[in-house]
């Protein structure tokens, strides 16, 4: 398992999530089988066009589906793993999360308050 996945694996382990779940085709990096969320950590080595089309199939089975840049777990997996664990709250829904998204939210929780 790359460090990346290695970091967050270890942060989110005991909240439900299963690492290298087989969906179908598919193997997802992390799968969280209760409210069907799917978190791919995406280095610099993915095809797009490729991610877009396993996306919308995993969209269809009502899988709910977060990427994550590589190089924000590694600046801070802590604040991705807080990111990831909040998504607890939210109701399911078929809406994708971006890996902007993800980085304005990691960015938005791991700022201190003043």
């Avoid at 439900?16 to 992390?30: K, S, T, V, W």
Wanted: hydrophobic residues 40%; proline residues 7%; positive net charge.
């Amino acid at each position: 398992m790359p460090l990346p996945e290695v970091l967050i694996w270890q942060r989110i382990r005991a909240h439900g999530f299963r690492r290298q779940h087989a969906l179908g085709p598919f193997i997802l990096d992390f799968y969280r089988p209760s409210d069907r969320l799917c978190i791919e950590i995406d280095g610099q080595q993915h095809d797009l066009a490729r991610d877009a089309r396993r996306d919308a199939c995993l969209t269809d089975k009502d899988v709910r589906t977060i990427r994550i840049p590589a190089t924000a777990v590694l600046n801070d997996p802590d604040a991705v793993a807080e990111f990831i664990l909040s998504l607890e709250i939210l109701p399911r829904s078929r809406e994708r999360g971006t890996a902007r998204s993800v980085v304005e939210g990691a960015r938005t929780r791991a700022a201190p308050t003043v």
